[in-house]
C-alpha cells in the first residue's frame, strides 16, 4: 500500500525567491525530468496530477506567482494586480474587449466563478459524429465528467445558494416561460462571501490551488511559480524541453534562465497563451491554424433596478441560469452583480447627479451575464523577435456577433422588466437605461455596430478557447485527436486552446475533461514517448 | 502624510482606469487624430500658449501629489466634484475619501509610455472645453451643470472623445469606489470571512484510490 501525504493547506512551490537564495542553482538552471508541464491552470493542473499519480516525474512552470489562499483579501482590487494576468487589463487591440485571466498558480480556476457546465450532448455527438473524436461521445465522455465532477464536489446550488439577483431572474423566466435551472459548482460547503472573482480565502471554491496541484504534489510533482516558458525546444521533429526565464513577481527582474530536458512536454498555457508560446517556438504549422479560431465566449452584462433592495451582491455569485436558448441559439445566462469597484470597470457611469442615484440604488441591483456564441474568428498571434515581440489578441464582433449579442442584452432586460423591473441598465458605452420594456426596442435601436462593432456594446470575455483546436486533418487543425500536436512527437496541448469549436458552454469542466483524456492518452502511448516505457 | 487608499492593490485598478487611452495609443489612426486635435487646439488658442490660463492654475497644490501635474491635479480635482455631488446624500463626503491622492497613486503606477498618454489625454480633456461646445473655458472653469453637459456630450461624441471622458471618469470612480470607507453608505459588506470567522476549509481530499491512502 502507497501512503500518499497531501498537505493540509497550500502547495510546495519553488519561487524566484527560492532560486534566488539557493546557491546550488545560480543564474543558469538545468533540470531533467520525464514531462514538463507549462501552466498550472485547469488543464496543466490535471495533467500534472494524472502523470505523477501514474508514477511519472513532472515538473509544473508557471509564469504567474504563487499566491496562497490565505493572502487573498477579498478586494478584487487585490486579486487583480497579484494574479490577474496584466493586473486585469488584457485586452483585444482596440482596447474595448476585455479578456481577463488568471496567471499565477491554479491559473483562471483561482478567480473563477465556480460554474461547471457539460456542452450539450447533440454537440458532443457531433464532434465524435463529424469531426472524427470518438472520445466525445457523450455515452463515453460522460463518465470522465462524471469522475471530473466527484474530484471537486460538483453539485446544483442549493436553496441557500440561490440570491436575490438569481430571485429576479427565476421569477422573470418563471412570467416570460422561460427554462432555468440552478447551476452546478465547484464549491464544497459554500460560504456565500460572494468573493469568488477575488479568489476564495477560506478554499472553498475547488479551484487547481487546493484540489490537482496539492494531489500532483503528494504524488511527487515538482512545481516552480515565476517561471516564465519563452520557448519550446525541439530536435528533429520532436519535442526535447523547454526554456524559461525565472523573474521576481515584484519587479519583473530577471532571476535566472532555466533549460528544462523533459520527454513528453505538455503545454497548458491557456488559450491565449499556448499559440504564443508555440508562435515563438517555430511549430511546424503545417495548417497555419495556430493561434487562430479562437472562440471568445463574448458576453455583456445587463442591470436591473427594483424598487426594493435586493442586496443581491450578497450571497453565492453565480445563482442560476437561463437554459431556454443554449441549444437553439447558443444563448447562456447567467446571474451575477459585480462589486462597486469591477462596475466601475464593467459598466459606463453617467456623470454627476446620475451616477449618485445610480451607487445609491446599488442594493436595489441585480445582474444578468447574457453570453452569445461567437463564430470562433479571433486570432492571437506574437508579432516580432523573441525578446522583444508582443502579442496582439484580434477580436471584434461582426456584424452578426454584434446583433446575437444585443438580442442577448434584450432577453435579459425583458426577463428583468417580467420580474418587476423599474429600469434596466443596457450595456453599453454610451449610458443607455430603460424604464419600459415598451421602450425597450427603442433605446436598442441606438446601440449600432458602427465601425467594426467597436466602442459600442461593452463586451468582455473570460473563457476564450479554439486557437490550436484538435482534429483529424492536419491541415485543418493543430492538435491530434490525442492532443499531440501534428508532425511533433512528444509535444501535447491540455488546456482551453484544444476545444475543437465554439462551445455554448462555460468551458473550465470540459478543459479538464479534455485534460484528463490528454493525460491518459500519454500514459497509453508511454512505450513510444518515454526511455522507460512502462505503461 | 495624506492617506490613500489600499496602495498595494492599486496597480491593477490604474491599468483598468487607464485602458481607455491605451486603446487611443495603439489605434494608430486614432493616435495621430490625438495628435491633430491637440494640434487644432492649439490653433484655435492662439499657438504655443494654447493652454488658456485659469485662476484655477494659481490654487495651490498638496505637497504629497507626487506623479500629477498642477493642471492634471486640478483637473482631477474638479472632476471629482462634478462627478461626484454627494453633498445631501448618504454617501461619503469627497473631504473623506482622497480621490486626486489616490490618482496620483495610480498614475505613479503607470508604466512610462501610457503616463505620457494619459498626460495628453487629460491635457486634451482640459482645454478642448475651450472649443468644444464653444464654451470658450476650460473644463476647470465650467460651472457645474456645463462640466456635466461636456462629460455626456462627449459620452456620446466620438470615438476620441468617448475614451477620454471614460478615462476621467474611471479614474475618479474607481479611485473613490475603491475606498472601504465608501462602501457602508451603500451597504455594500467588503470582505466578510474573518468578520463571520469562517472555518478554513484547507486543501480539498484526495480522490481514493484503490491500494492508496491518504495521510
Ligand atoms: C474571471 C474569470 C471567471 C471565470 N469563471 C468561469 C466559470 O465560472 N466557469 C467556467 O467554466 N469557466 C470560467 N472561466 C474560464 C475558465 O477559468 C477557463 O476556461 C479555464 O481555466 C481554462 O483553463 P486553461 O488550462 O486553458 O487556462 P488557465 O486556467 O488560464 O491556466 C493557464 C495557466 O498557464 C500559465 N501560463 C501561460 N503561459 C505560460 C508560459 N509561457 N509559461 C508558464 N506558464 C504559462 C498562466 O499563467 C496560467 O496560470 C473564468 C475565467 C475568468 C478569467
Known amino acids: 500500500m502507497r501512503i500518499i501525504n497531501v498537505p493540509r493547506e497550500g502547495v510546495p512551490v519553488f519561487t524566484a525567491e527560492d532560486v534566488r537564495r539557493d546557491p546550488a542553482m545560480g543564474r543558469r538552471v538545468n533540470v531533467k525530468t520525464e514531462v514538463v508541464v507549462v501552466g498550472s491552470g485547469a488543464g496543466g493542473a490535471m495533467v500534472a496530477y494524472e502523470l505523477a499519480k501514474a508514477g ?128 452546478a459548482r465547484n464549491v464544497r460547503q459554500c460560504a456565500l462571501t460572494g468573493h ?35 520557448r519550446v525546444l525541439l530536435r528533429g521533429g520532436r519535442a526535447v524541453g523547454v526554456e524559461a526565464v525565472v523573474r521576481d513577481p515584484q519587479t519583473g527582474a530577471e532571476v535566472s534562465r532555466m533549460r ?22 517555430q511549430i511546424p504549422d503545417s495548417s497555419g491554424q495556430i493561434g487562430r479560431n479562437m472562440a471568445v465566449q463574448p458576453f455583456v452584462q445587463v ?79 506574437w508579432e516580432g523577435d523573441l525578446e522583444t515581440g508582443r502579442k496582439v489578441i484580434s477580436w471584434n464582433p461582426s456584424q452578426a456577433e454584434f446583433d446575437k449579442l444585443k438580442h442577448g442584452a434584450a ?103 479534455m485534460a484528463k483524456q490528454v493525460a491518459r492518452n500519454i500514459l497509453a502511448s508511454a512505450s513510444g514517448l518515454f526511455l522507460d516505457g512502462n505503461a | 502624510m495624506t492617506r490613500t487608499t489600499n496602495t498595494s492593490s492599486s496597480a491593477g485598478a490604474a491599468a483598468q482606469a487607464a485602458a481607455p487611452i491605451v486603446s487611443l495609443g495603439r489605434r494608430r489612426f486614432l493616435r495621430h487624430a490625438l495628435l491633430g486635435s491637440a494640434a487644432v487646439l492649439a490653433v484655435a488658442g492662439g499657438g ?48 473623506q475619501v482622497p480621490v486626486v491622492a489616490n490618482i496620483d497613486h495610480m498614475v505613479g503606477l503607470l508604466p512610462a509610455h501610457i503616463r505620457k498618454q494619459v498626460g495628453m489625454g487629460l491635457t486634451l480633456f482640459d482645454n478642448a472645453a475651450v472649443i468644444a461646445g464653444w464654451h470658450g473655458r476650460r473644463f476647470v472653469d465650467l460651472d457645474d451643470a456645463a462640466a456635466v453637459d461636456y462629460f455626456d456630450r462627449w459620452a456620446s461624441g466620438n470615438s476620441i472623445q468617448r475614451a477620454l471622458s471614460t478615462l476621467v471618469k474611471r479614474f475618479v470612480y474607481i479611485a473613490y469606489w475603491r475606498d472601504p470607507v465608501t462602501w457602508e453608505a451603500v451597504e455594500f459588506d467588503g470582505p466578510v470571512s474573518e468578520r463571520w470567522g469562517l472555518a478554513y476549509l484547507g486543501n480539498a481530499p484526495l480522490p481514493q484510490e484503490q491500494g492508496e491512502e491518504r495521510a
Open chain 1, 260 to 281: 528544462v530536458d523533459a520527454e513528453v512536454v505538455v503545454v497548458a498555457g491557456g488559450a491565449m497563451q499556448t499559440p504564443l508560446l508555440l508562435q515563438r517556438s
Open chain 1, 56 to 183: 511519472r516525474q513532472v515538473l509544473v512552470l508557471e509564469s504567474g506567482r504563487y499566491y496562497p489562499s490565505a493572502r487573498f483579501t477579498e478586494h478584487l482590487g487585490d486579486t487583480m494586480t497579484q494574479v490577474y494576468r496584466e493586473q486585469g487589463s488584457q485586452f483585444n487591440s482596440t482596447a474595448d474587449v476585455l479578456f481577463p485571466e488568471g496567471q499565477c498558480i491554479g491559473g483562471s480556476t483561482v478567480i473563477g466563478a465556480g460554474v461547471m457546465q457539460r456542452p450539450p450532448d447533440s454537440l458532443l455527438q457531433r464532434w465524435a459524429n463529424e469531426l472524427s473524436l470518438p472520445q466525445f461521445a457523450p455515452a463515453t465522455v460522460a463518465s470522465v465528467f462524471a469522475e471530473v465532477g466527484r474530484e471537486q464536489f460538483v453539485h446544483l446550488n442549493e436553496a441557500h445558494e440561490i440570491n436575490a439577483t438569481a430571485h429576479k431572474v427565476i421569477k422573470g423566466c418563471e412570467k416570460m416561460g422561460f427554462s432555468w435551472k440552478p447551476v
Open chain 1, 303 to 381: 442591470l436591473a433596478q427594483y424598487e426594493e433592495p435586493l442586496y443581491g451582491f450578497r450571497g453565492a455569485l453565480v445563482g442560476v441560469e437561463i437554459d431556454e436558448f443554449m441549444e437553439s441559439d447558443g444563448y447562456m445566462f447567467f446571474s451575477a452583480l459585480a462589486e462597486p469597484e469591477q462596475l466601475m470597470v464593467q459598466g459606463e457611469q453617467a456623470a454627476g447627479a446620475e451616477h449618485i442615484e445610480f451607487m445609491k440604488r446599488y442594493r436595489h441591483l441585480a445582474g444578468l451575464n447574457a453570453f452569445a456564441l461567437d463564430e470562433g474568428r479571433g486570432t492571437v498571434s
Open chain 2, 48 to 95: 504655443f500658449a494654447w493652454l488658456r490660463r485659469s485662476p484655477v492654475d494659481q490654487l495651490p497644490v498638496p505637497e504629497t501629489i507626487r506623479h500629477l501635474s498642477d493642471a492634471e491635479y486640478h483637473l482631477l480635482h474638479r472632476a471629482a466634484q462634478v462627478l461626484l455631488p454627494v453633498a445631501g446624500s448618504a454617501l461619503v463626503p469627497l473631504s
Open chain 1, 411 to 513: 432577453l435579459a432586460a425583458r426577463v428583468f422588466f417580467a420580474a418587476g423591473a423599474k429600469r434596466v441598465h443596457m450595456p453599453s458605452f454610451r449610458p443607455l437605461h430603460v424604464d419600459s420594456v415598451f421602450e425597450l426596442d427603442h433605446t436598442l435601436d441606438q446601440i449600432s455596430h458602427g465601425l467594426k462593432g467597436m466602442y459600442s456594446l461593452r463586451i468582455n470575455s473570460f473563457s476564450a478557447h479554439g486557437t490550436c483546436r484538435m482534429g483529424t486533418d492536419r491541415f485543418q487543425s493543430v492538435a491530434n485527436p490525442q492532443g499531440e500536436v501534428h508532425d511533433v512527437k512528444g509535444l501535447f496541448l491540455a488546456d482551453a486552446s484544444l476545444l475543437p469549436e465554439p462551445i455554448p458552454a462555460a468551458p473550465h469542466w470540459t478543459v479538464q475533461v
Open chain 1, 196 to 230: 469568488c472573482l477575488a479568489g476564495c480565502l477560506s478554499d472553498r471554491k475547488m479551484s487547481s490551488l487546493v484540489t490537482y496541484l496539492p494531489w500532483a504534489a503528494a504524488y511527487g510533482a515538482r512545481l516552480f511559480a515565476d517561471c516564465h516558458v519563452s
